[in-house]
Every structure is written in structure tokens, then in C-alpha cells.
């Protein structure tokens, strides 16, 4: 709880910081002044985005907890079958063949985009979703991100319980990975990473838990691909959005957290989900019937007839 409130701290400390450059680049005489009213004037979309960035951060608690208890409720199960699935949909293991792609430098940059960009781009996918100028498009992307994060982070990974290509050894004896185990440098932020997650297995906690299948991380960023287009269309952003997806997903396999499936299952939830988002935010409850007194506003009533 500490350092999910510290992480909302800093979201909103990132908006704030955010906000005051929009009104200094329009070389206003006070800055400070124009976003006091800035905030004032908009200070029902704030509040609002302000609940919804509090909400996510107690869900995400939620999502945790739910992660971690996935072994205990289904023991992993499902790594042989994704990777053999792997293996005949790409004719070897798909870190092969990103392996002999690129070389050391690539997994070292690799290993820093999986962790520094993406920290960047999911703080402001969240800011953007809580705080977007189209309420209606912030409260169906907030909306599809909760859903990924239950449907496909927890019960779909429930379904599918799953460690990962660089546990195969340690969870079921296999060792098809070792090969990768020992490609990937001891110093890299994934491996002792992985190591990490492996030496608190099922311990509580913030950011712990070992679930493959599906990814997260590429689900997050598939997410993103919906909002971007919904919002600027076949434009260049969504290309740039491709463009970090695409290298989020060779991370991912590169790294040895996922199989390639992972990324591919996770597509296939996420348009739904963001399709199902849109129709629940377009819901309107049905307006209540008005009492008759109400409906019949101001005209005066009629006098009691009296029996004679």
C-alpha cells in the first residue's frame, strides 16, 4: 500500500507537471495563476479522474493478491503444451530465432526497454485514461483496463495456469530452456528479476506473482492500440504505438518471461474487451417516473368533490 501510494503520488505530481508546461508554453503572465483557474474550471473532470486513478491503484492491490494465488489455487500446468504449440506455429522455440536476430547489445536494450519505457508509457496510458478531455472515452478505457486486468490477468491466467519459458526447469523438471538460461547475462534487470520473483514464490507483496500465460504487459500495450486509434485513427501515433508493442512483445520472449502465445491469447481477449468497454459506458439508466403531483408541475388542484 506504501508504494502503491507513493506511485499515485508521483501520477499526480507527472499531471500537475504535465499541466503547467500546456500553460507555460502559451507564455501566459502567470503560470500559476491560469492553472488555479485551469483546475477550477475543470475541477469536475479531475475529481473524477482522481477517483479513477484511486480506483485503479486499489484494484491494482486486488490483482495482486489474485496473481500470487493463482499457483496455489492451479498449479502450473499448461508450460508444456505452450511451448510445444510455440515450437510448431514458428518450426523452434521463438527465442531462437529472436536470439539469432539480435545480438548482446539488442538483449541489453531489450532488458532496459522492458523496464524504463514501459513504467513511462503505463504512467501515462493511466493518466490519459483517468484524465482524458472525452470523459466517455476515459470511462471506457478505464473500465477496459480493470477488465484486463481481471479477465485476462486473473482468470484467464487462472485457466491457463503457467510459469513461463525460464521457470520450465525449476517448476516441472524440463530443462528445453536451458539453452536460454544460459544466453541471457546474470546482471540483466529480467534475470535478476525472474530471480527474484522465484526466491518469493507465492509471498505477498507488491509487484510478485509467476504468470505466463497470458501477458500482461503486451495486453496493457494492445490495449493502448484501441485507445490510440479510437482517438487519432490510422495516424502516425498509432503507428508509434505499433512500433512499441511489437518490441514489448520480442522483449517478452526474448527475455524469457512469455511464450509467444501469450501475446497472441492476450489479443484476442483485448478487442473484446474494449469493444464490451464501450457498450457498458454507453449504458444509460432508465430515467424514474415521476411522481403524478411532480408531473403535473404548478397546475393547481382540483377541488374534492363532497358528498351531499
Not at 500553460?23 to 491560469?34: D, H, I, L, N, W
Not at 526447469?169 to 522465484?198: E, I, S
Request: with cysteine; net charge positive.
Amino acid at each position: 500500500m506504501y508504494l502503491q501510494s507513493l506511485l499515485l503520488v508521483w501520477l499526480v505530481l507527472i499531471a500537475l507537471v504535465i499541466l503547467f508546461v500546456q500553460v507555460a508554453m502559451k507564455r501566459v503572465e502567470s503560470p500559476t495563476k491560469v492553472m488555479v483557474r485551469v483546475l477550477r474550471s475543470r475541477r469536475k473532470r479531475y475529481i473524477e479522474g482522481a477517483v479513477f486513478l484511486v480506483a485503479l491503484a486499489t484494484m491494482m492491490q486486488v490483482y495482486m493478491i489474485l496473481k500470487v494465488a493463482i499457483p496455489q489455487i492451479v498449479p502450473f500446468y499448461a508450460d508444456p503444451m505452450l511451448a510445444d504449440l510455440d515450437s510448431a506455429l514458428f518450426g523452434q522455440d521463438p527465442w531462437r530465432i529472436t536470439h539469432a536476430i539480435f545480438g548482446p547489445a539488442a538483449t541489453r536494450f531489450l532488458d532496459w526497454f522492458y523496464v524504463t519505457p514501459c513504467l513511462i508509457v503505463t504512467a501515462t496510458m493511466t493518466l490519459w485514461a483517468c484524465f482524458a478531455k472525452d470523459r466517455a472515452f476515459s470511462r471506457r478505457s478505464v473500465l477496459a483496463i480493470t477488465m484486463c486486468w481481471f479477465i485476462i490477468g486473473n482468470w484467464a491466467a487462472l485457466s491457463l495456469s503457467s510459469a513461463g519459458p525460464i521457470y520450465m526447469d525449476h517448476f516441472y523438471g524440463d530443462a528445453r530452456f536451458a539453452d536460454l538460461l544460459a544466453v541471457l547475462p546474470p546482471d540483466l534487470t529480467a534475470t535478476q528479476t525472474q530471480a527474484y520473483l522465484l526466491e518469493n514464490f507465492s509471498a505477498p507483496g507488491f509487484g510478485k506473482g509467476i504468470s505466463a500465460m497470458p501477458s500482461m504487459h503486451n495486453a496493457l500495450y494492445l490495449l493502448l492500440l484501441w485507445m490510440v486509434y479510437d482517438r487519432f485513427g490510422n495516424g502516425w501515433q498509432l503507428w508509434l504505438a505499433i512500433a512499441f508493442e511489437a518490441t514489448v512483445f520480442v522483449a517478452s520472449v526474448h527475455l524469457g518471461w512469455h511464450y509467444a502465445l501469450d501475446a497472441v491469447v492476450a489479443a484476442m481477449l483485448v478487442a473484446p474487451i474494449w469493444y464490451v468497454a464501450g457498450r457498458v459506458e454507453s449504458w444509460r439508466l432508465p430515467r424514474l417516473a415521476l411522481p403524478l403531483g411532480n408531473r403535473l408541475g404548478n397546475r393547481p388542484a382540483s377541488a374534492p368533490s363532497v358528498s351531499p
